[in-house]
């Protein structure tokens, strides 16, 4: 049986998606799932653990289930039996647990039947023919969402071979002195590890942090921000999405009063540059950009997608135009859909374009 619709990538992008497809009445048959990963938090659940993380910081909304209610803080309130979590995120201020996510997304895996429509496969080549898109080794299928993930960790150039270098994401002890190269959330995660773990910390970093509660501005996340974003010129969005990329964490007192303390001490400074460091952990995110995603960059050279910078240009449905009308359909979700979405890398973003995939599957007129 051909699939209905197929989701390349098995991480949490392609999770949303699935769940919001069975929300919407699809199925386990009529999906095919791609990826190299059945564990739908495969890939996150060793980098939050790398970095010791304790809370996501993420919201209530911040989850894999296709409806935005309920969310964790309700989830969490009814097993407590507690209203705290509820008060805490009608105040925007809920921070889930990393063990109360993973639990949920376990939960979800289970609840929804996602092992049934798991393949395990590597798809290196989507193409679009007549009745819809050619997929490697599955035919052709008529909806296609792609969420490819991140394209690997960033290094610096000048640490890709040096041995005192380990990046933030995989696995890592602290030395006696420890310098943390970059300034976003997974940096200053960093300093406050190496610190509580006794060691003397650097920070090396080109620029100051900027201090927000979540990755983006709040005004992205809603309707209005998100309309002035997409009437923006495609350089000015280009220019923006530079900008929402740069290093940030949120502020506050639980971040501030440590590096005070241990500055205080003579164990926390910042430094512009490497000096002599014994240890280097490389908070330096991941690689950014289609170029450095095989398929994606297959994808934009074989159908002459349009591209500015970075970024595959997108409908603002998160469809790709050149290729997407009233019967087929090519997504994308993740960070891949950052410029139908600025935010489309976190879990919201995530379920506003699976929403709009399934819109397209849900109404196409030659199911």
């Known amino acids: 049986m051909t699939p209905r619709a197929a989701i390349v990538g098995s991480g949490l992008g392609g999770f949303v998606a699935y769940t919001t497809l069975r929300h919407a009445g699809l199925e386990p048959a009529e999906i095919?799932?791609?990826g190299d990963e059945p564990d739908p938090a495969g890939a996150w659940r060793p980098r939050a653990?790398?970095?010791?993380q304790k809370r996501m910081r993420s919201e209530s909304d911040g989850h894999c289930s296709p409806t935005s209610f309920p969310g964790l803080a309700f989830r969490e309130a009814a097993r407590r039996?507690?209203?705290?979590?509820l008060l805490l995120s009608v105040c925007d201020r809920y921070r889930p647990t990393v063990d109360e996510f993973l639990h949920h997304v376990d939960e979800l895996r289970a609840r929804s039947r996602w092992d049934e429509s798991f393949r395990r496969q590597r798809v290196e080549r989507v193409r679009a023919v007549e009745s819809g898109f050619e997929l490697d080794g599955l035919g052709v299928v008529r909806h296609v969402l792609?969420?490819?993930?991140?394209?690997?960790?960033?290094?610096?150039?000048?640490?890709?071979?040096?041995?005192?270098?380990?990046?933030?994401?995989?696995?890592?002890?602290?030395?006696a002195h420890v310098t943390v190269v970059g300034a976003g959330m997974a940096a200053a995660t960093e300093w406050l590890n190496a610190l509580a773990a006794g060691a003397e910390v650097v920070s090396v970093r080109r620029r100051e942090p900027v201090r927000r509660p979540l990755n983006l501005p709040r005004a992205m996340f809603t309707?209005?921000?998100?309309?002035?974003?997409?009437?923006?010129?495609?350089?000015?969005?280009?220019?923006?999405?530079?900008?929402?990329s740069e290093p940030s964490y949120p502020p506050g007192r639980s971040w501030d009063a440590p590096l005070e303390s241990a500055a205080r001490e003579g164990r926390f400074r910042v430094e512009p540059e490497l000096n002599g460091a014994v240890q280097v952990v490389c908070a330096t995110g991941f690689r950014s950009g289609f170029?450095?995603?095989?398929?994606?960059?297959?994808?934009?050279?074989?159908?002459?997608?349009e591209s500015e910078d970075r970024w595959i240009v997108l409908a603002d449905d998160s469809t790709v135009p050149e290729v997407t009308d009233r019967t087929r359909t090519l997504s994308l979700a993740g960070v891949a859909g950052q410029w139908a979405y600025p935010a489309a890398d976190t879990l919201v973003g995530m379920r506003v374009a699976a929403r709009r995939f399934a819109q397209r599957v849900v109404a196409c007129p030659t199911r």
């Open 81 to 85: 039996r507690d209203l705290a979590p």
């Open 291 to 305: 170029h450095h995603d095989p398929l994606l960059a297959d994808l934009v050279a074989a159908h002459g997608l």
């Open 146 to 175: 792609l969420a490819p993930g991140h394209p690997g960790l960033a290094l610096p150039p000048e640490l890709e071979d040096d041995p005192r270098a380990v990046h933030a994401y995989e696995p890592h002890d602290y030395a």
């Open 32 to 34: 095919a799932v791609l």
């Open 223 to 244: 309707k209005r921000g998100l309309a002035t974003f997409h009437g923006a010129t495609p350089a000015e969005r280009a220019a923006l999405l530079r900008r929402f």
């Open 49 to 52: 653990a790398a970095i010791r």
